[in-house]
């Protein structure tokens, strides 16, 4: 089991930086893949990235590829989103989530865990 806790999200002008912030509970925090998604009022939630419990890998969806970099730090049980360039269609909660295996994909089925989330608002 893990739980996770968001936190960093709140409103900026387009073109400004936030960094997202996701701590886990649990021992075995550097065995889970862990994922960044969105969802916007009246949508559906969203991939937005993801990383291996190894850091070696991550990807990340289109839309936010060159402006957002997830990462991780084991020894802190803590994954962030760092969100650079941001622009108002980037509005959403976030939720981070994990899932107890190396890789996690794009698809919100694919995780076990989720956090309460944090919504970020992006004014033009």
């Known amino acids: 089991q893990v739980q996770l806790v968001e936190s960093g999200g709140g409103w900026v002008q387009a073109g400004g930086s936030l960094r997202l912030s996701c701590a886990a509970s649990?021992?075995?925090?550097?065995?889970?893949?862990m994922g960044w998604f969105r969802q916007a009022p009246g949508k559906e939630r969203e991939f937005a990235a993801a990383?291996?419990?190894?850091?070696?890998?991550?990807f990340y969806a289109d839309s936010v590829k060159g402006r957002f970099t997830i990462s991780r730090d084991n020894a802190k049980n803590t994954v962030y989103l760092q969100m650079n360039s941001l622009k108002p269609e980037d509005t959403a909660v976030y939720y981070c989530?994990?899932?107890?295996?190396?890789?996690?994909?794009?698809?919100?089925?694919?995780?076990?865990?989720w956090g309460q989330g944090t919504q970020v608002t992006v004014s033009s």
């Open positions: 990383i291996r419990w190894s850091s070696a890998y991550t």
């Open positions: 649990g021992r075995t925090f550097d065995r889970y893949a």
């Open positions: 989530a994990a899932v107890q295996r190396d890789y996690a994909g794009r698809r919100p089925s694919e995780y076990d865990y």
